[in-house]
């Protein structure tokens, strides 16, 4: 059985690689990390458990099914860590019906599964997360996408933020690179529309922007969060 | 001799295939379209001619070398309409030295270069433009892109010209597609820093976001334009 946050959609991916594809939504419930500024608590924080839905591969694929009038188009796993769960089963079934699924992890735990996406996005955690990233588990998650389309996403809040995914992205030079500015209001778990400071976000947008130009630093594409731009800290769009 | 309006950047590129890509804009002077809601006059009207600079390629790749620092990045070939320059000799200069070149055109001319391009990305205007596509011309351009990577663009403003995308996209269906709101206050070509309707442009997106939804259109990857949102009508960045 899968535990199941939310499945919504269909909406457009906010950022990444993929950011502007029509999506929809599975998010898991559950999470090995707790990032200082997280911003789908209510995904994570097992004090929300009871709000989690238990469901099979068949059940996920029928709603996904339902949401997107039977038209494939790109599913997003994301959590939640996605990668704590067995999505392989879901994932075989939408193929065939010609889904196609892209994932989003930290990097903290391997599944086989991953060389079934597309693509890949692994997200190592920044120090203003409060967390440390374990390299041996990322380079295992890395290895288990084999021939998958992997690419590397790094959220950034601040100066040392910046110079760590500078360093990260010196030891994974062949992976495509997106950076983002952090949300630095994100939800509380228990408000599904509290307020989010847009200003402040496009600010450090610009701020982050300037650094890396300033830096002569072109590898990273710099892109914000859309969906934020758009609706704010709602949920389920 | 190349006529260019604006050479400016590193900036990051707003919109399209390569949006977030720290990017230098080329911006060449004269078209030989007149889209009614034209968001870059100064360098399509004859008017403002004379602000348009005489370079060799040679000097062009000299200025973006001193923007970047040297650095190699995408370089982004606009306008007007760069199709009517001469652009292979400056291509085949910044390709020796790493440079990358993006650039947009309406599809109304072909030229040998596109085949350098990555990518080439034809923007055919939609009634709104008040112009009327020749798609001999148009896919002339394409067979002139040969090889390299080609994508369709489409700026739409009403229901017109989104009914109008969808018939073009039937016409090229493996090509990549990108289709985006217009900014429907675009500065008169005389005032480099004019109000943007940033309320209005929002709303726009998300019409276009919930439009294609609804219609179960999930090919298109539908994105705004970043720039706008960031520095409003401002030019230069």
């Known amino acids: 059985m899968l535990r199941i946050s939310e499945i919504f959609g269909p909406t457009i991916q906010g950022e990444g690689a993929v950011i502007g594809q029509p999506t929809v939504f599975v998010r898991a419930g559950g999470c090995d990390y707790r990032c200082a500024w997280c911003d789908t608590l209510h995904a994570v924080d097992t004090e929300y458990r009871h709000t989690w839905a238990k469901m099979t591969s068949e059940e996920v694929m029928a709603e996904i099914e339902r949401l997107s009038g039977g038209v494939p188009l790109t599913v997003s796993l994301s959590g939640g860590n996605p990668a704590i769960q067995q999505f392989g089963e879901l994932i075989e079934m939408g193929k065939t019906k010609g889904y196609r699924f892209a994932c989003e992890t930290q990097g903290s735990v391997a599944k086989d599964w991953f060389a079934e996406l597309d693509p890949l996005i692994l997200s190592p955690k920044p120090p203003s997360s409060k967390h440390v990233v374990d390299w041996d588990q990322f380079d295992a998650c890395i290895a288990a996408a084999g021939d998958a389309p992997r690419v590397l996403k790094m959220v950034i809040f601040d ?18 690179l997106y950076i983002q500015p952090g949300n630095h209001t994100p939800p509380p778990p228990d408000d599904d ?21 300033a830096d002569h630093w072109y590898t990273p ?9 758009i609706w704010g800290n709602k949920r389920g769009v």
Chains 1, 2 share one sequence.
């Open 221 to 229: 594409t710099i892109l914000p969060q859309l969906h934020v731009l």
């Open 159 to 176: 100066d040392r933020d910046y110079d760590w995914a500078r360093d990260v992205a010196r030891r994974y030079p062949d992976m495509p």
């Open 193 to 213: 529309d509290a307020e989010v400071d847009i200003d402040g976000i496009m600010t450090r947008y610009e701020w982050l922007i300037d650094k890396a130009l």
